[in-house]
């Protein structure tokens, strides 16, 4: 384990309603839509140099070098996601000190802040820590985004953030 914490941004996805999804599409049709959904996510993560860290079976986590890569990732995945119209997802995205165990993993309190925003989403939303729209500097413009304040589970603190829409109302992407 690398003991020196390094500054990440992090990704969580998670497929809405996915236990009772794959009991009504069956396993086979199951497969096909999560596979797809593998690929999109891996090309995005790819094009903002991202790092799929973990699948979940219902979801992933990314980790990314820069807060403007991970907000724009989540920001084209949420679209692309949408415009696929297959499959709900929740995104969530913080960023902070992580610490990288040897299974090319990481722990720390920002990846408990991402699992949590991203339970916060609702279907189709993108729920991005402020600080972390705050640190990111982009030649690309970020749409405008939906203040809130989000009290999470196991934190001391509100937190601010930011809230991409659902239903794909980032065309500009």
Known sequence: MNSEPIQRTFLFT?????????QIEGLERWTALVEHH???VAVIVKHFGGHLCRFTGDGFLVA???PADGTMAALRLQHALWAQGELDVRIGVAS???????????MGVALHTTARLCAE???GEAVIEASTIARSTTDQAIP?????????????ELLDVFVSPARGALCLL
Do not use: M
């Open 14 to 22: 998670d497929i809405v309603e996915s236990t009772q999804r794959i």
């Open 38 to 40: 593998r690929r999109t």
């Open 64 to 66: 990314f070098d820069s």
């Open 96 to 106: 902070g000190p992580a610490t990288l165990c040897d299974d090319l993993s990481y």
């Open 121 to 123: 989403a609702q279907p």
């Open 144 to 156: 405008v985004l939906n203040p809130r304040v989000v009290d999470l589970r196991g934190f001391d």
